[in-house]
């Protein structure tokens, strides 16, 4: 009898033993397959992925005419666009290795903040920007900032200062002008009203609810070849103008390909490309309006 009691304990010992290897073999292989999914899932996701183009790149832009807009078919067009276009061509991206992506400009910021971009088209350095973005060290292009004054206002600008009494100067919510656009608006007493487009900055510069806004020279030509307005508007030239350069969020640590960027850009300037493709632009849409 005690034998038979002991044959039996020894069996189920044999068993316990067995199912407790084989439960440990089990728990190994999904620990493994588990691990396995998250080196995948870094795989997919690595900023290495970025440079060795096994992820399109994301190119975020916002509409600001004539450098980056979409047109009547959905598709980005514009000087900087162009222009990244030709830098991507340079450093080696075939057309279906890259997409833009449209965005409002607070929101491309955002993004840049959170690593949900890998390129950002374009803007002015400054130092809150700075602590969430790389830049390139070439810039793609000069903002050339005026004053625009509707002429039937009455207002000029002489010697830095004005001719008569005026309150505001219209702006876009988000942009940055340069130090030398908000000393001249201290020096004016202007304060500045937000907009939230350029489209809204002329057409509130016209209806009246501006004295005058602060545009790029690029831009101001282009809105004058859509709507005919040269006649009625004066220009106040603010000076040297500010670079814009093309964004990097630093959460995605993608300064090399900043460096491609910049070897890019560079080019298209040194070899005259970045002039033909502001030409090329503005002949096809001032011709139009002729």
């Not at 309150?167 to 940055?176: A, I």
């Not at 509130?204 to 609810?209: D, E, F, K």
């Not at 004066?234 to 900043?258: A, H, M, Q, T, V």
Request: glycine share 8%.
């Amino acid at each position: 009898m005690k034998s038979s009691i002991l044959v039996s304990l020894f069996c189920l010992s044999l068993l316990m033993v067995a199912c407790a290897q084989n439960s440990a073999s089990t728990n190994e292989k999904m620990d493994k397959e588990f691990v396995t999914k998250i080196e995948e899932s870094s795989e997919v996701t690595s900023n290495d992925d970025i440079g060795s183009k096994t992820q399109k790149l994301v190119i975020g832009y916002t509409e600001y005419p004539p450098y980056e807009h979409t047109d009547e078919n959905g598709n980005a067009v514009g000087i900087c666009v162009e222009s990244v276009k030709e830098v991507l061509r340079i450093i080696g991206y075939e057309e279906d290795e890259y997409v833009f992506n449209h965005y409002p400009w607070e929101r491309l910021l955002e993004m840049g903040k959170t690593g949900e971009i890998d390129v950002i088209i374009e803007g002015i350095k400054n130092e809150e920007r700075e602590v969430y973005l790389d830049y390139s060290n070439e810039y793609i292009f000069k903002l050339d900032f005026d004053l625009i004054i509707k002429k039937e206002s009455g207002i000029k600008i002489e010697n830095n200062l004005l001719n008569k009494e005026a309150d505001h100067v219209g702006v876009v919510r988000g942009y940055d002008y340069g130090e030398e656009a908000y000393a001249m608006f201290e020096k004016l007493g202007l304060q500045q009203i937000e907009v939230t487009s350029t489209v809204d900055l002329i057409e509130g510069m016209m209806n009246g609810r501006f004295d005058m806004i602060i545009e790029d020279e690029n831009v101001v030509r282009y809105y004058l070849a859509q709507s005919g307005l040269h006649e009625f508007i004066d220009k106040y030239d603010l000076g040297e103008g500010e670079n814009s350069y093309i964004f990097f969020p630093k959460l995605k640590d993608l300064k090399d390909l900043r460096d491609q960027f910049d070897i890019g850009i560079k080019r298209i300037h040194s070899d005259g490309t970045y002039e033909m493709i502001v030409k090329d632009y503005f002949s096809g849409i001032e011709r139009t309006e002729e």
